[in-house]
């Protein structure tokens, strides 16, 4: 995975920003790619920080693309759509590693960690029946990211 041309200037832009660099490569996933109906909720608070301020577009495109992999393993994705399974539990691994590479090109491995914990967290509250905590741990690794107490990334606990 390297860094492309879909460079987001404005974080309100990330999910449209994301959809086109899946539309970019012809891959499997590239004709299942859809326009997002909505915003981009989480990366929105993860850009709004202090730690994002050098790239607040970026970190607003990671937190997305990160979220919108969870979503095709667990819930409804925002941009694909008519895809079979597997494919999405695919499109959704490579949207994790996607987010993860791109945090890592901006040098910020605590918010990697962050991210890290936010996936496994996600996996073992749906593994335990415990969905209903999602939401709330989105939020607070997103507040997490932002860096917002103006320290070091504290990791929320799960």
Same mark, same amino acid.
């Given at each position: 995975?390297?860094?492309?041309?879909?460079?987001?200037?404005?974080?309100?832009?990330?999910?449209?920003?994301? %959809?086109?660099?899946?539309?970019?490569?012809?891959?499997?996933?590239?004709?299942?790619?859809?326009?997002?109906?909505?915003?981009?909720?989480?990366?929105?608070? %993860?850009?709004?920080?202090?730690?994002?301020?050098?790239?607040? %577009?970026?970190?607003a495109l990671v937190v997305?693309?990160?979220?919108?992999?969870?979503?095709?393993?667990?819930?409804?994705? =925002?941009?694909?759509?008519?895809?079979?399974?597997?494919?999405?539990?695919?499109?959704?691994?490579?949207?994790?590693?996607?987010?993860?590479?791109?945090? %890592?090109?901006?040098?910020?491995?605590?918010?990697?960690?962050?991210?890290?914990?936010?996936?496994?967290?996600?996996?073992?509250?749906?593994?335990?029946?415990?969905?209903?905590?999602?939401?709330?741990?989105?939020?607070?690794?997103?507040?997490?990211?932002?860096?917002?107490?103006?320290?070091?990334?504290?990791?929320? =606990?799960?």
């Amino acid at each position: 995975m390297t860094r492309d041309s879909s460079s987001v200037s404005d974080p309100a832009d990330a999910l449209h920003a994301l %959809a086109a660099l899946l539309r970019e490569g012809a891959t499997p996933i590239t004709p299942p790619v859809v326009d997002p109906a909505e915003e981009p909720a989480f990366g929105l608070v %993860a850009a709004a920080g202090p730690r994002a301020a050098r790239a607040p %577009a970026e970190y607003a495109l990671v937190v997305e693309a990160v979220r919108e992999g969870y979503l095709l393993h667990y819930g409804e994705p =925002r941009l694909l759509t008519g895809h079979d399974a597997d494919l999405g539990l695919l499109a959704g691994d490579y949207l994790y590693a996607l987010g993860i590479e791109r945090l %890592a090109a901006l040098g910020d491995g605590d918010a990697i960690l962050v991210l890290a914990d936010l996936i496994s967290g996600c996996a073992r509250h749906h593994a335990e029946g415990s969905a209903d905590r999602v939401p709330e741990l989105w939020q607070r690794s997103a507040e997490a990211i932002a860096g917002r107490d103006g320290g070091a990334v504290r990791r929320p =606990r799960q």
